[in-house]
């Protein structure tokens, strides 16, 4: 499975933007799909990731109420709608997918491929 993230950009805080995450190669398989995040200086930590075909979501504390992931099957894309965006969640975002085995794991180690980082900078 190859990733590829795209939708990062400078935007002011209280601002919106929206992540994409195009799936190509073998997309029939039931994974959970997820995006992490790095911020400078930081560890790379889990926002929020969706299975792929029940469409459960999944949400860190952190952004939970702020940003929605979703995904469109037919595209073979996940979103990740980000709101009400605060200079702490700058950083560089990565979209990233996981065989689905009953559970969602939010560790970064539990994924099997990531897609290239896409960077995120909120003004404030």
């Known amino acids: 499975v190859q990733l590829q993230a795209s939708g990062g950009g400078l935007v002011q805080a209280g601002d919106s933007l929206r992540l994409s995450c195009t799936a190509s190669?073998?997309?029939?398989?039931?994974?959970?799909m997820g995006w992490f995040r790095q911020a400078p200086g930081k560890e790379r930590e889990f926002a929020a990731a969706i299975t792929w075909i029940g469409g459960i979501p999944y949400y860190a504390d952190s952004v939970r109420g702020r940003f929605t992931i979703s995904r469109d099957r037919a595209k073979n894309t996940v979103y990740l709608q980000m709101s009400s965006l605060r200079p702490e969640d700058t950083a560089v975002y990565y979209c990233?997918?996981?065989?689905?085995?009953?559970?969602?794991?939010?560790?970064?180690?539990?994924?099997?491929?990531w897609g290239r980082g896409t960077l995120v900078t909120v003004s404030s």
């Open positions: 190669g073998r997309t029939s398989t039931n994974y959970v």
């Open positions: 990233a997918a996981a065989r689905y085995l009953g559970t969602v794991n939010t560790a970064d180690e539990s994924y099997d491929y």
